[in-house]
């Protein structure tokens, strides 16, 4: 199986068993990713949480936290990722009228041998699943979308950028 970049999959031996990748050999720099994803609710749910009304409380400041540890767990969660001391994890949350909803943005900075994409992705979509839980009693049709990576620094790929490769939130 190849990736895009025509590479052969880097978790699979030839056999087809799955191995954590060996980066033991890999040279040390400062790697970056940002994620992103939404919760899409009816308008009446977003001015509740906007106003603090959910009972389960601050929703925004719980996911926010939630999604900065489920960056620290990602290796706990997935279950070829390597551990990683992070140097930074940040969630960002803003209402999105035009959704109506809210929209997070993570980002994880490493600087060691492997990427943080996956610690990016997964602190974005734990943030909306956290989010989704608090506000659940006031709509349980909410929507969570458009989980994905946005950017990636760092490592021998260097730079990637989802709306370099077309497939931009804009485009779907």
């Known amino acids: 199986m190849a990736n895009e970049a025509g590479d052969s999959l880097t978790h699979l031996r030839a056999d087809g068993r ?4 060996d980066v033991g050999a890999k040279q040390e720099t400062e790697r970056t990713a940002i994620a992103a994803g939404a919760v899409v ?43 990683l001391a992070l140097t930074k994890v940040s969630v960002e949350i803003e209402p999105d009228a035009a959704l109506p909803g809210l929209r997070v943005e ?19 979509s734990v943030a909306c699943l ?9 709509d349980k049709a909410m929507v969570i979308t458009d989980i994905r990576l946005l950017e990636k620094k760092g490592g021998k790929s ?15």
């Open 18 to 21: 799955a191995e954590m990748v």
């Open 41 to 83: 609710m009816s308008a009446e749910t977003l001015q509740a949480i906007l106003r603090g009304d959910a009972k389960k409380g601050d929703v925004i400041a719980v996911a926010r936290i939630a999604g900065i540890m489920a960056a620290k767990k990602t290796h706990d969660l997935i279950p070829l990722c390597h551990p």
């Open 106 to 124: 993570a980002m994880a900075r490493v600087t060691g041998k492997t990427g943080v994409e996956m610690e990016a992705l997964t602190a974005a």
């Open 130 to 138: 956290t989010i989704y839980d608090m506000a659940k009693a006031l």
């Open 158 to 172: 260097g730079t990637w950028r989802a709306e370099d490769a077309g497939r931009g939130a804009a485009s779907r």
